[in-house]
Each structure stands twice: as structure tokens, then as C-alpha cells.
């Protein structure tokens, strides 16, 4: 093992900075202690606690612009399946309701009269709209604007026409990006 040896002397080091033996050594030159040996670990690195779901599905939810919104929302995918045990035993599957914010990780849900906490990965906004409904859009440039449908496509994939709520020209949009709001 090699001593700590201090760099030669640097033209324009700082002021008061030439007598610190261990400014500018190179971190292959510094070693630990004598014999700390400590071989690498052979398991994968890993959280000590599991992250929260993604909620890409649901990035509305987290925006500041629908805080105070009504989004007509149904419970999905709760079922338990394999090695995911579910959520409720799967009792609000296929139900709908109205999201009202969220509360820590957890959305806020109006079912009928009961009020639930869901985790945000079994809430889906209903997207199916028909002419002259409230929406909002969910993403993009434009994410927040409330209108009323003017128009709308068939097709899964299809546009809509809004006009936006606060007046001016329609706006043509995709209609995966609307949000049916109450």
C-alpha cells in the first residue's frame, strides 16, 4: 500500500490552499484503511421499500390545474390476479364515480354515497364523451382547458371539436385527451 503523498505544487492554486496535502489527489491514489478489504456484494442493488406505482396513466391527477375538478372517473383492474393481490377484494371493479383530488397517494373517489380512498392505478377517467359534455384536457400543451364538446369522431382514435369555456375559436383535439368532468 502506498503512503498519501501531497500533488507537486499547482501554478495558481489558491490562496492558502498550497499547504492542504489532500487537495487535488487523484481518487485512485486514496485507499482505506490498512486491510479493509471489503469485497464487492454479489446482490443486485435494490430499494428498501417498494416505489409507488407509476401513474403515467394518471399524470392529471398530480397537476394543480384540475385541483377543485369533478373527473368522472371508473375503477379498473383490481381484481386480484396471480401474485397481485387487488384492492377490496375486487368489489368496486367496473364501478364509476367522481374523482374529487388526492389525499397523500391515494385519489379521492365519490361511489354513490362512499367516499374512498383508491391507489391511482385502478382509476381511469372515462374518456367516452358525447356532444355538448364538459371535458377538460388531460395532456399536452393545452392540458387544463375546460370546454363543451361540438363535435366528435366515431373511431377509438378519433377527434373532437371543444369549444373552450372561457369563449374563442374551437380546438380541434384527439379525443384520448379529453376527460369528462362533471
Not at 6 to 32: C, T
Not at 70 to 93: C, R
Not at 136 to 142: A, E, F, K, R
Amino acid at each position: 500500500m502506498k503512503p498519501l503523498v501531497p500533488p507537486p505544487s499547482v501554478e495558481g492554486a489558491e490562496a492558502g490552499m498550497e499547504d492542504d496535502p489532500f487537495v487535488n489527489i487523484p481518487p485512485n491514489n486514496i485507499s482505506l484503511l490498512p486491510g479493509a478489504n471489503i469485497p464487492l456484494s454479489a446482490l443486485p442493488l435494490t430499494a428498501l421499500t417498494p416505489l409507488p406505482p407509476s401513474t403515467t396513466n394518471n399524470c392529471w391527477m398530480n397537476n394543480q390545474l384540475f385541483i377543485g375538478k369533478k373527473v368522472q372517473v371508473q375503477i379498473m383492474d383490481m381484481k386480484a390476479i396471480l401474485h397481485d393481490p387487488g384492492w377490496k377484494n375486487g368489489d368496486y371493479e367496473g364501478k364509476r364515480g367522481v374523482w374529487v383530488g388526492t389525499e397523500g397517494s391515494f385519489a379521492l373517489v365519490h361511489v354513490g354515497h362512499v367516499k374512498l380512498q383508491v391507489p391511482p392505478k385502478y382509476i381511469f377517467p372515462i374518456r367516452h364523451s358525447t356532444k355538448g359534455e364538459k371535458v377538460m384536457i388531460s395532456d399536452g400543451v393545452l392540458m387544463g382547458m375546460a370546454g363543451k364538446i361540438f363535435s366528435i369522431g366515431q373511431a377509438q382514435d378519433a377527434e373532437c371539436m371543444i369549444f373552450p369555456a372561457g369563449g374563442g375559436r374551437p380546438i380541434t383535439i384527439s379525443k384520448s385527451l379529453i376527460v369528462v368532468i362533471a
